[in-house]
């Protein structure tokens, strides 16, 4: 007797609606995946001078108020160690009491911590968001948040933020 070979198929699978489902689940995972936004600090570089020539600005001792950010990521607030909510507090009564002839110098060691030098700018922000608040809410009768644009103009000009940076030493 003979054996016959047979040859047996295999059935082939319809795959024409792979397609289709593939791109309607990435449209679902793209449309119910959240997609975190990059957070930074809001600065504002002055502009360029008109005449190509940078003038020196001079600043009284008293209106300036020197932030170390220092290698073991201690922030001395003119000379004193201080924490970050005290910071807070010190920036708001000190720009409070000079307005708009403040400064306020950061000296950061480039050996710190991001979360030092990021913790060292929400302090000082807080208190800037604080004065500018109680100004508004008692100029305005509403917050900073909820004013216009003409009103938050006045409010940043009685309270302007005056910041200098430096970065000192370290490895980086």
Do not use: W
Not at 29 to 41: A, K
Not at 75 to 84: K, P
């Amino acid at each position: 007797m003979f054996n016959r070979r047979f040859r047996s198929r295999v059935p082939a699978l319809n795959t024409t609606s792979t397609a289709d489902i593939s791109f309607m689940l990435l449209v679902f995972f793209l449309v119910t995946t959240s997609i975190d936004t990059d957070r930074g600090l809001q600065r504002r570089l002055a502009p360029p001078p008109r005449d190509g020539r940078e003038t020196e600005m001079v600043v009284k001792r008293d209106d300036m108020m020197r932030l170390d950010v220092t290698a073991g990521n201690t922030v001395a607030c003119d000379g004193e160690t201080v924490t970050t909510e005290e910071l807070t507090r010190r920036v708001e009564k000190f720009v409070e009491s000079r307005k708009t002839s403040h400064v306020i110098s950061i000296h950061v060691d480039r050996s710190a911590t991001y979360e030092t030098y990021f913790g060292v700018q929400n302090a000082i922000m807080a208190a800037y968001n604080r004065l500018r608040d109680d100004f508004a809410t008692r100029t305005y009768g509403r917050p900073y948040a909820e004013c216009d644009t003409k009103e938050r103009a006045k409010v940043a000009e009685r309270y302007p933020q005056r910041i200098s940076e430096t970065t000192e030493g370290g490895d980086r």
